[in-house]
């Protein structure tokens, strides 16, 4: 069974900096788009940023380009969102999903 954990959330000043991961274990994931979602409470899940788990295709959602760096570590199964310049309004709980399987979240905050 797939299990993904993310980590790397916490409090940030804006402008600041943050790296999440996200550890997949239960299976290989040659084949898929493992993505970053975000969420705040009372609104819909937003796609962020995915990266094709075999040729490395990244895509990004257009509030987050030129500032979100998503990658990859194949041999540790484990998909990276680096955020710099980071924004209140990027402030929410960020979930990766590989497959139709979410993660638990980890939650950013971003201080003005």
């Known amino acids: 069974q797939v299990q993904l954990v993310e980590s790397g959330g916490g409090l940030v000043q804006a402008g600041g900096s943050l790296r999440l991961s996200c550890a997949a274990s239960g299976r290989t994931f040659s084949s898929y788009t493992m993505a970053w979602f975000r969420q705040v409470l009372g609104k819909e899940r937003d796609f962020v940023a995915g990266i094709s788990w075999s040729d ?57």
Do not use: H
Not at 56 to 75: E, L, M, P, Q, W
């Open 56 to 112: 490395g295709r990244t895509y990004y959602a257009d509030s987050v380009k030129g500032r979100f760096t998503i990658s990859r570590d194949n041999a540790k199964n484990t998909v990276y969102l680096q955020m710099n310049s980071l924004k209140p309004e990027d402030s929410a709980v960020y979930y990766c999903k590989v497959d139709g399987v979410w993660g638990q979240g980890t939650p950013v905050t971003v201080s003005s």
